[in-house]
């Protein structure tokens, strides 16, 4: 490599839950600059979760909001991806792991991408539904990430053309 990687960007703790990856998200769903309408909307959010989740037999009561949240991300994030790799004159999917970090960004943009895709609402009812949804293992980021899975399964074949 001619140059060399560059370093990476530390990211401060929110406000709120005091977490690192409360901010991150919060950097992701942030459109135009605006990192305050950002956190509103995640912290309505996490509100309208917690008052769902004692709604649902399912989720036990003592969990909060952020662990419900955590455990959605979790539960979306893609241990495995397909990379397009040209050999000759084909093109293959090549399937490869994915590390911790590109793992979590993964999960967060999938989740958000599918909140947005939820019809009409606030956007803040859309991600609390999409975030109950990954939580107990279904809606479209979750689709996502056994779509990516079984795209994986199925290029097993071509995993010798790793990069």
Same mark, same amino acid.
């Given at each position: 490599?001619? $140059? #060399?990687?560059?370093? !990476?960007?530390?990211?401060? /703790?929110?406000? &709120? ?32 979760? $917690? #008052?769902?989740?004692? !709604?649902?037999?399912?989720? /036990?009561?003592? &969990?909060?909001s952020i662990e419900i949240w955590k455990k959605a991300m979790e539960n979306v994030a893609p241990s495995v991806e397909v990379k397009s790799r040209r050999i000759g004159g084909a093109t293959f999917q090549v399937p490869i ?67």
């Amino acid at each position: 490599m001619r $140059k #060399s990687k560059p370093k !990476k960007r530390t990211v401060l /703790p929110d406000p &709120k839950y005091n977490d690192v990856h409360v901010s991150l998200f919060v950097n992701h769903l942030m459109r135009q600059g605006k990192k305050s309408v950002a956190y509103r909307i995640f912290y309505d959010a996490l509100d309208l979760v $917690k #008052s769902r989740a004692e !709604k649902i037999d399912k989720i /036990p009561a003592e &969990k909060t909001s952020i662990e419900i949240w955590k455990k959605a991300m979790e539960n979306v994030a893609p241990s495995v991806e397909v990379k397009s790799r040209r050999i000759g004159g084909a093109t293959f999917q090549v399937p490869i792991e994915v590390g911790p970090v590109r793992k979590i960004a993964i999960s967060m943009k999938n989740i958000i991408l599918y909140a947005k895709k939820r019809g009409g609402k606030p956007m803040s009812d859309k991600l609390a539904a999409e975030i109950l949804a990954a939580y107990a293992e279904e809606g479209g980021a979750f689709k996502k990430k056994e779509d990516t899975h079984k795209m994986a399964e199925a290029n097993k074949a071509f995993a010798h053309f790793k990069f």
